[in-house]
């Protein structure tokens, strides 16, 4: 089942529209955050790590507030989850979990 707003008319034509413009948008917030992330991961500078992290923060902020309006308007469709495939993923995550090395700190 599909979740999803009603969607949002807009002109079809060949130039870009409101939707391709914030749909584009919000593909390069993620890739920026994406790119962030992988910094973050890897920097060694803590006062260079505390600037990416604001910069970051506010990137998948405004990500956020793009992927809302985006679903809002009807832009982006979701499928619901099927019940039985997340029990059986949590289920599958679970002993993959026992596995951990720091195992017994999670609990």
Not at 7 to 35: A, C, G, V, W
Not at 51 to 70: K, P
Request: charged content about 20%; proline content about 3%; overall charge negative.
């Amino acid at each position: 089942m599909k979740v999803q707003n009603t969607e949002t008319q807009i002109p079809k034509t060949p130039q870009m529209n409101d939707r391709d413009f914030i749909n584009d948008m919000l593909s390069t917030e993620k890739y920026m955050t994406d790119s962030y992330c992988t910094f973050l991961n890897e920097a060694s500078h803590q006062h260079l790590y505390d600037e990416i992290l604001h910069m970051f923060t506010e990137t998948q902020n405004c990500q956020r507030e793009l992927y809302n309006l985006m679903f809002k308007k009807g832009w982006y469709t979701l499928e619901q989850a099927d019940q039985q495939k997340l029990q059986q993923s949590y289920q599958q995550f679970q002993g993959y979990a026992s596995q951990f090395p720091y195992n017994n700190m999670m609990q």
